[in-house]
């Protein structure tokens, strides 16, 4: 695959699935816009892409924000030139009972997981369709989108909404050559994951999926590769399930991770 001279921006880019998309990206010749909170987690990956011979941009902005999200893609687009590939993969999620939920965790998740990803998806396919050259979109969804996890309400509501809205978008933007897809990531080895599990509820988790152990980052972003690959320009709001199988049917033992 061939990216060269083409600019991709990755919201929640400093670590996990974010991070390991934006590398794949860069190593497929792509410049490169990495959004994130976390600053100095940012600055790292931002000297790993330089020394893959691209050019980065980092973007410290909350995605929560929607006048932070324009300015943010309207500076990507004045400092690399363009726009052409968007990963929305900024998420936060809290795990508590519905019924007893401290309000401002859930909303934050809300905010952050559905409208992030809806302002990022709305100011980039704003930028492609001005640029008049077509564009790609993957959207970082969930299982969560169909599987009522207990304690992931926020979580899960979030995730439902932000599949149909990228599907919507697939269909509102197919006239201007601008596809927009969908990546279901199983259960995948992050640091995120500490936020809910200890190390021994991981192993045991892992142990209990199909494949007998979680997703790498690199898998995920292996997938997000294939959707933006000029090669695959006739898909257009699918989704992609990469989870080791963890949906099949005839399993029923789900492990305990959040997707």
Excluded: C
């Excluded at 497929?28 to 011979?53: H, P, Y």
């Excluded at 795990?95 to 997981?113: L, N, Q, S, W, Y």
Aim: charged share 20%.
């Amino acid at each position: 695959m061939n990216l060269a001279g083409k600019v991709a921006m990755v919201t929640g880019a400093a670590a996990g699935i974010g991070r390991a998309s934006a590398l794949a990206l860069a190593k497929a010749g792509a410049d490169v816009a990495l959004n994130d909170l976390s600053f100095s987690a940012a600055e790292q990956l931002t000297t790993e892409v330089k020394a893959l011979g691209r050019r980065v941009l980092l973007l410290p902005a909350d995605v929560s924000d929607q006048t932070a999200v324009e300015a943010m893609v309207a500076r990507v687009a004045d400092e690399l030139g363009r726009l052409d590939i968007l990963v929305t993969s900024a998420v936060f999620s809290d795990r508590e009972p519905f019924h007893a939920a401290k309000m401002t965790g859930f909303r934050r998740t809300i905010d952050v997981t559905m409208w992030g990803a809806f302002y990022a998806v709305r100011a980039a396919a704003n930028q492609m369709i001005q640029q008049g050259r077509g564009g790609n979109v993957v959207v970082i969804g969930s299982p969560h989108a169909h599987v009522a996890v207990p304690l992931s309400m926020a979580y899960n509501m979030a995730k439902a909404a932000t599949d149909q809205m990228a599907r919507t978008a697939a269909l509102e933007l197919v006239s201007h050559r601008i596809r927009v897809n969908i990546v279901h990531p199983g259960w995948v080895d992050t640091a995120g994951e500490r936020k809910f599990f200890n190390e021994e509820a991981i192993r045991q988790g892992a142990k209990s999926l199909p494949l007998g152990r979680m997703a790498r980052p690199e898998e995920i972003a292996r997938g997000v590769l294939f959707l933006v690959d000029p090669e695959s320009d006739y898909i257009t709001g699918s989704t992609l399930s990469i989870d080791g199988g963890s949906q099949l049917p005839w399993w029923s033992k789900r492990g305990s991770g959040e997707f």
